[in-house]
């Protein structure tokens, strides 16, 4: 488990997942599908590619631009439920919600690196940002 | 100029914050909020009610407002000035005002550079007729190509609709000299000019400039919100199909329910209640600009873009940063951090500095065909900012590198 009080490594985290995303550049799988998701506040705009087999998460890779919180939020959720069943997604989601507009959460052990955004819900406006990728993910589970 | 900090409100009790999005709207000064808080407190009545001495004042408040408007623009008379809601209004009221007038095959206008206001309601326009919208070339420093422009002139070509300043470039056109050549090809293609960015900057006299219709929004020019002017000259906008029916604008209903006849110009474009608080705010709004003096406003924002931009070089700044339009005459500056959303940016100086700069696209779809880059931050200069402000911002900009302190 991540130290949430080592705010250095947490930077180095997230802008790791900002500067050098993995989950980055569309696979062009045809089974796969394509959701869109578009600020409707901000210019940020993601391309979301997503394999879903027997109800297992299988690919997720996006493309576009965005911000730091955004770009970070997307690689780092994409990577922590892949190979996850949709209802465990969405335990995530439900705890990810939680925790982007208190800072905390009861099973804090879900979000895994997600917990480097601690303090967005001391900057409402970004909360967005956090979600643009993860709203698109929970739009597909329900 | 001595500080104009004072006229503003907006800083009694949060005197940390630079407000730096004076494209945007610009700040509200005194003399508006008092003014239409004291109409909205000692009279507050329908200026269609004429019957009763209240409702009276009311509409001379109005006709009070036009006149000044007339005297500002230099109109050559009152019921040339249309009130409505603000410059999007206004732009959709002249389009679809236009509509009989365009035929299929048709050509308007217009530049990339326009904010949606001024493109869709055209966009939308040639749809419905079957006409095309054209964009002009433009120069290296983003204004109207001369000689491009010259060219795309055609017996088809019906409106030329362009900024007078764009919206987040800030490139100035010369509205004279386009204006001219349009006329001289054909004197009866329409020329509207959007003046959102410019009417409180810069001098627009309308009957000088020999333009046809202009638009803008009082809440630039340090007025009220949901207020703006459609200017036209007499005729052609009397050819102009309202774009609202309702009460005020109709004198007469015939009991078939088929015939009727409208009010004249003004009030024929201006159906239903008008919002006579931001009238009476405007008021006090041009006043304000005619005490300052146009020439004075343009003159110490011109100052602060210099002040800018050698402070931009003497720091070079440009190693890390791309700014968009450092050499334009006018006080925007665009500029992105390289590597780095806009967003982040802004949300940086905001949540570091108390700086409040605009990201993203602006409103302006279509930039990213003239700049390479889809997305920007703009931060924009008015009276109410001063060197020191300069100052902060650049140290900002000069930290950029921290931007994810806001989040830890």
Redesign the interface.
Known sequence: MIDIND?IL??KI??KHF?EPINKGLKNNKKAIIKDAKSQT???EMQIEILIENDIFKEISFEG???????SSADIFFELIINKSKSDVKKIINQYKIFLNTGEASKIELLDKLI??K??NK?K??IL?ANLAIDAINEIIE | MKDLKKYFPFYDKQSNLIYFDSSATSLKIKKVIDAEMQFLTENGTNPHAVDYKKGYQALELIEQARQLTKEFINAKKPEEIIFTSGTTHSINLLANGLKKLIKKGDEIIVTELEHSANLLPWIVLAKSNGAKVKKVELNDDFTIDIDSFKAILSSKTKIVSFASISNTIGAKNDIKLITKVIKDFNKDIIVHVDAAQSIGHIRTDVTDLNIDFMSWSAHKMYGPFGLGCLYGKYDLLNQLEPLFYGGGMSLKIESDLINYSLATLPEKLEGGTPNISAIVGFIESIKFVNLIGLENIEKYELELKKYFVDKVKENNLEKHIIFYNLDIKTPIILFNVKGVNPQDITNFLDDKYNILVRGGANCARRIEGVINTKIAIRASFGINNNKAEIDKFIEALKNTNSFLDVLF
Request: with cysteine; hydrophobic share 45%.
């Open positions: 705010d947490l930077r997230l802008m500067t901000c210019a940020d631009t965005a911000c730091a919180v955004a770009t480097v955004f303090n967005i900057q406006n970004r940002c």
